[in-house]
């Protein structure tokens, strides 16, 4: 089975700031993906990021980058350039690779504030 | 853009009632999916479904719960006997055959139970 932690229940950060946030995730799998989900109040969860286990070359998407560091299996998450309306919770979650309809397992999230 | 979609967006039902929540998943999509958020608490899984049957299901996932996709458009998750403690954001996913790995969540449905 798999386990996913977030070590920092909550984090705040100036806007304009950079922040990261971190995970680490537990698997005896070696083809899997991992992901960034943030929940704003509305309680929708948004996909922020994704991760193929097998690519070397971490992702980013706008001001979204991560640090994906396979045989530490840590996953963290930089916010460049912080705004407001990224104040949520985050959450970090993986899925090992599958050809049906695959399970994702998520960890216990992270409040981020952004302070004005 | 498709998006997945949930009705109802608050249901509040009296304990020991049956309780449907729906789901209707993007168009061209084959898997199904059904997650169960407790306030304040992480994202738990709870089944997943494709051709018309469930291909896994968690610990939670117990006799009280069901699933359906009775027609081409919708996906459905029955509690027949709810509980205090099946109060909870449900959120419905969908993923393609092509990309499994790559699920669209809807925006959840706030099940509260009395």
């Known amino acids: 089975a798999q386990t996913v932690t977030q070590s920092q229940p909550e984090m705040s950060v100036q806007e304009a700031e950079t922040v990261t946030l971190s995970c680490t995730y537990d698997?005896?799998?070696?083809?899997?993906?991992l992901f960034w989900y943030k929940q704003p109040p509305s309680r929708q969860m948004i996909l922020v990021i994704r991760q193929e286990a097998y690519k070397q070359q971490n992702a980013t998407e706008n001001r979204f980058s991560v640090n994906f560091q396979k045989a530490a299996k840590s996953f963290s998450l930089k916010i460049s350039d912080s705004q407001l309306g990224d104040t949520a919770m985050y959450f970090c979650?993986?899925?090992?690779?599958?050809?049906?309809?695959?399970?994702?397992?998520f960890g216990d999230g992270t409040t981020l504030t952004v302070k004005p | 853009e498709p998006e997945v979609t949930q009705t109802p967006s608050h249901q509040v039902t009296q304990m020991g009632q049956e309780v449907i929540l729906r789901c209707v998943p993007i168009?061209?999509?084959?898997?199904f999916y059904w997650y169960r958020q407790i306030l304040g608490q992480k994202v738990e899984f709870l089944v997943s479904f494709y051709n018309n049957e469930i291909s896994e299901k968690s610990e939670i996932f117990d006799d009280q719960f069901s699933v359906e996709r009775p027609d081409g458009s919708n996906f459905t998750l029955k509690i027949r006997s709810t509980k205090l403690e099946d109060s909870a954001m449900y959120f419905c996913?969908?993923?393609?055959?092509?990309?499994?790995?790559?699920?669209?969540f809807g925006p959840g449905t706030r099940l509260t139970v009395l």
């Open positions: 168009s061209n999509h084959l898997y």
């Open positions: 979650a993986f899925m090992a690779y599958n050809t049906n309809a695959g399970k994702s397992t």
């Open positions: 698997t005896s799998e070696n083809n899997y993906y």
């Open positions: 996913a969908s993923s393609d055959w092509g990309t499994p790995n790559e699920q669209f």
